[in-house]
């Protein structure tokens, strides 16, 4: 009778071990088995760091706006193998990749000054009247604008100082860069920025922004190394240094002011 129970025994082992060592052997053996993962044009867009949800991609294609660094992007230099492009999903951000890997993005804010009170002051007060059409290839009237945009800058950096986007203050110093003057396509503007710094050691964060004023519109353009979501950043310290100049060198060549097109037949 035992013979009997060992033969069954091993005729019900025969069919059922094969079965366990194809469902159990690929969980501790080298090639795992997982889900498929998406070829490289399916992920081409999911880098971005605009990707969203499938339900919410329709919608944006409906009502898909220009970027507008397709107007302002002028001549572009950047490190061998990176390519610098306006984002397909966001309307306002120039995504830097490298050999298709993303590694951060640049972020435009256009903000009609109608609707800035603040800066309309600063204009009346450096001897630009709102609303007025000032030649701003003359010196006079550039050093003007630059003493408004100065005035922005500095009301940022008081901001800042009141509230420094909550920084614990033992475990960073926080540190505002002196506004810098520069050329913004054809335009005067200002180079402003802050650091945290870690207090044991090293960069916690670095901002850098841009500002300038065409007549009607400011153009203030951000990026930063910045840990964490958000866009308008690099999330590696070593990418955003080696990028700082180039964006330098795209700020000054950017088409701006923007030439409208002739009304002529």
């Known amino acids: ?80 193998g990176w390519e610098v492009v306006p984002c397909q999903e966001n309307a306002t951000l120039l995504c830097v990749s490298d050999q298709g890997k993303s590694l951060g993005t640049v972020e435009i804010r256009v903000e009609p000054v109608k609707n800035n009170l603040e800066f309309q002051k600063h204009l ?24 408004a945009l100065q005035a922005w800058v500095a009301d940022f950096y008081t901001s800042l100082a009141k509230n420094p986007q909550g920084i614990d203050s033992s475990k960073f110093t926080f540190s505002t860069y002196p506004p810098q003057q ?41 990026t930063s190394f910045a840990p964490g979501g958000g866009t308008g950043k690099f999330a590696k310290l070593e990418n955003f240094a080696v990028f700082q100049p180039y964006l330098y060198a795209i700020a000054e060549s950017l088409n701006l002011p923007i030439q409208k097109a002739s009304t002529k037949p």
């Open 182 to 222: 520069v050329t913004i396509g054809k335009l005067p503007g200002i180079r402003y920025g802050f650091v945290k710094l870690k207090s044991e050691s090293g960069v916690g964060e670095q901002h850098i922004g841009h500002i300038t004023y065409d007549g009607t519109q400011l153009y203030i353009i951000t």
């Open 124 to 147: 009346t007060a450096a001897g630009i009247p709102f609303d007025s059409k000032p030649d701003y290839q003359n010196q006079e009237n550039q050093e003007k604008l630059t003493k």
């Open 1 to 80: 009778m035992l013979r009997v129970y060992h033969l069954l025994l091993g005729i019900i082992l025969l069919f059922v071990v094969p079965v366990g060592f194809k469902f159990v052997l690929p969980l501790f053996s080298g090639n795992k088995v997982t889900t498929p993962t998406p070829t490289a044009a399916s992920t081409s867009t999911s880098a971005t760091p605009s990707a969203t949800s499938a339900s919410t991609t329709a919608t944006k294609t409906n009502n898909k706006q220009e970027n507008i660094w397709q107007k302002l992007l002028g001549q572009t230099t950047v490190p061998s």
